[in-house]
Nanobody, 119 residues
Framework: QVQLVESGGGLVQPGGSLKLSCVAT????????MNWYRQAPGMQRELVAS???????NYADSVKGRFTISRDNAKNSVYLQMNSLKPEDTAVYYC?????????????WGQGTQVTVSS
């Protein structure tokens, strides 16, 4: 069984920064793409940023230049550095990953971590 556990959420003032972390545990052969999604109240879940195993990144237009995704393959971890935060960044942030478990590629979600941007 594979679990993704996020941490690092919280309350921050507009213009502030937060760094989210996500670690995958369990019987893992390797991890392919790792992603961060977010879901605001009443809104659909949206892809914020993604990173391939080789380090190629992609960002939603709304966070380009403010957020940075990174990963540590040795630690089965992915991070999201969020700078210049805005109230519209308020959401539950979810870690997502494509994980090779034995000979099967499966997609997993974390439980989510709340990020609130407010003065």
């Amino acid at each position: 069984q594979v679990q993704l556990v996020e941490s690092g959420g919280g309350l921050v003032q507009p213009g502030g920064s937060l760094k989210l972390s996500c670690v995958a545990t369990g019987t893992i052969f390797s991890i392919q793409a790792m992603n961060w999604y977010r879901q605001a109240p009443g809104m659909q879940r949206e892809l914020v940023a993604s990173i391939t195993r080789g380090g190629t990144t992609n960002y939603a237009d709304s966070v380009k230049g403010r957020f940075t995704i990174s990963r540590d393959n040795a630690k089965n971890s992915v991070y999201l550095q969020m700078n210049s935060l805005k109230p519209e960044d308020t959401a539950v942030y979810y870690c997502n990953a494509d994980v090779w478990v034995l000979a099967t590629l499966r997609n997993y979600w974390g439980q989510g971590t709340q990020v609130t941007v407010s003065s």
